[in-house]
């Protein structure tokens, strides 16, 4: 038996053996892929002197890098706050603290040119004295008072972090309070003494994507391995998480699981028993107001008598829809132009936040003594954006910030009541605005949808397609790309004479469901040759030339980039490419990859992989083919997008001839940089590597 048991593990060792050198086969560069390998890291490190002293070479390298971090690091900016009590919460880097600090104030202080701020926990301090590289993650404080909180520290800044009770009072850690390792872990206040917890709790706990897949009650004094469980997620599912909802108007809670990126499964925890919510797997549940909860929704719903328009946010009684019910109010329909980007509350209004034809609009709602829902416009700024920056179910005041490419940020306190609006804050100019200006404009894609841009250029610029120009572009998972202030933008390249546009292309949320839907799975090269009609567009209009355009894009920015540069290698001369998705046959075994199925396809489905492979950059880069210089840029700590899609595609383009870059900062996460040395620093290569390629080559 035993030499059977022996035998049988030979066996096994060898096929895995084979298994191993057909993969090398196939992919020869798969030893890249192992993060800490001491091949893989000894091959960054020569990747990144190679491509750093070059850059650090640019003239205007130093100038970049000094001018960003002086940015970065500026008192001037908007201290940003969370409202929690009778206290406003900040975390703060600069300088004196790269780690950064948690501090409070109040309201009567934040008013104030120069607050005084009650420094809650130094992260400086505090990696330094338990000789950790602690990043901070952010902290979950206890409704209702508000005097504990869960800390979250990552380790150079990894979507993984651990978990440690914080006393505010003392400002002090818990001795033998909460605490879990890292981990990728979901957790949530249910009252002092306990905690829906979802963790990796040893084999079989996490999903394939990396996420919890149980969720269990820890009770305070108790061992992590005697939590109750009280749901159990499938394998295959994206995650699932509990989490109590507080109100004033009564606790509840929700224990969720995501079978896909966009899709949940609600269910109410009451009474002991698990009561699952009867609404559309893609809609999701925004807030809880007044006895209601407020759905968005990601498809048409036919409920009952009506149907209910995607993109709509609709409001149902908690007891209606606990006993089937199909009654719904509508809040907000969208236009064909127009989608929700936020939504929140404060004691007695909702507020929705909208972008209309990728232009910010806030309303105000309240609710009628019929139960009707009556709206009026808050009006702040002009062809901008609008964001809704802190409020409070205990107060009916709240903070917004507005901004647009060339207007810095300015913060704004509002009375919900009456919508006075007074300025608290703003950020000063960073560069001479004056001198720019901005234009919108619009691309007939391939299938004639039309696709809408914005072009920041000076406003003496000429039409005579000598212009560098940098087009930057996302292009996924719902997200918008709205005007923002241009503060480190305009130091580094409009003021070096450049030329800045952004492309709001399908699969992003520009128009709601439908433009994000539109370039999922099979429809992804819709996303690409949005991004390619806009830059023909500019082209066409002698904006600039492909001599003179470059392109920039992260995470699935990355893969946008990557995939058209390689599509159309003769439309551009220079491509940043950050943190980037790039060999999509393997991104679903990678890290948090399974979790982007629903995004992208399964490239384990033959037919999902024929069509992927079409646009793949890792499987499309050819040896005999002129592609623009492309600058990767990645993190060892990224725990979110392996960093070997950006090690991989550079040692293949390098090998087949063609010149490119590469940058692997050894921290920072999916954001690329821990503090903001690190940021300026990676911003400064970035730029410097344009200016060389596009200005000044």
Known sequence: MRKLKTFSILLLSLFWILYLNAQEEEDPYLWLEEILGQRALEWVKIQNQESTSKLEAVPVFKSIYEKTLEILNSPARIPYVSIYGNYLYNFWRDSEHPRGIWRRTTFEEYKKKEP???????????????????????????????????????????????????????????????????AKSRVSWIDINSLFVGTDFGPGSLTTSGYPRIVKIWKRG?????????????????????????????????IVESPTFFTNIYHILKDGELIKLDIPADAEIESYFKGNFLIRLKSDWNSGNKTYKQGSLIAGKMEDILSGKK??????????????????????????????????????????????????????????????????????????????????????????????????????????????????????????????????????????????????????????LRPSYLST?????????????????????EFGPKWHQAALKKNRHKAFEDFIAVAEDMIKRKITSPQKLGIMGGSNGGLLVGSVSMMRPDLFKAVVCQVPLLDMKRYSKLLAGASWIDEYGDPDDPDMWEYIKTYSPYHNVKKDVKYPKIFFTTSTRDDRVHPGHARKMTAKMKDMGHEVYYYENTEGGHAGAANNQQRAYITALSYSFLYWQLIKE
Do not use: H
């Not at 978990?163 to 390792?181: A, H």
């Not at 108790?222 to 295959?236: D, F, M, Q, R, V």
């Open 116 to 182: 005084k701020w009650e420094v809650i926990l130094d992260i400086d301090r505090l990696a330094k004295d338990e000789n950790e590289n602690w990043v901070w993650r952010g902290a979950q404080l206890l409704y209702p008072d508000y005097s504990r909180a869960l800390i979250m520290l990552s380790r150079g800044g990894a979507d993984a972090s651990v978990v440690r009770e914080f006393d505010i009072s003392t400002k002090s850690f818990v001795k033998d309070g909460f605490q879990l390792p890292e």
């Open 222 to 254: 108790t061992p992590l391995n005697e939590a109750k469980t009280i749901y159990e997620g499938k394998t295959t599912s994206v995650s699932a998480a509990g989490y109590r909802l507080f109100s004033e108007e009564g606790n509840i809670d929700f």
């Open 327 to 480: 009654d719904f109010k509508v809040v907000f329909e969208p236009t064909s132009f127009s989608s929700i980007q936020e939504i929140s509350r404060t004691k007695n209004y909702l507020l929705v936040n909208i972008l209309d034809n990728v232009v910010s609009r806030l309303y105000r709602f309240s609710m009628d003594a019929k139960g009707n829902w009556v709206k009026k416009e808050i009006i702040l700024g002009d062809k901008g954006t609008i964001s809704i920056s802190s409020t409070d179910e205990k107060r009916d005041d709240f903070f917004l910030n507005y901004e647009n490419f060339l207007t810095p940020s300015a913060l704004y306190l509002v009375n919900g009541k009456t919508l006075k609006i007074e300025k608290i804050k703003s950020m000063p100019e960073f560069f001479d605005s004056s001198s720019y200006k901005v234009l919108q404009y619009k691309a007939l894609s391939k299938d004639g949808t039309s696709v809408p841009y914005f072009v920041v250029m000076g406003k003496n610029t000429k039409f005579n397609g000598e212009n560098p120009t940098l087009l930057y572009g996302y292009g996924g998972f719902e997200i918008a």
């Open 489 to 509: 933008v305009g130091v580094a390249w409009l003021e070096n004479g450049g030329v800045y546009a952004v492309a709001n292309i399908r699969g992003g949320g």
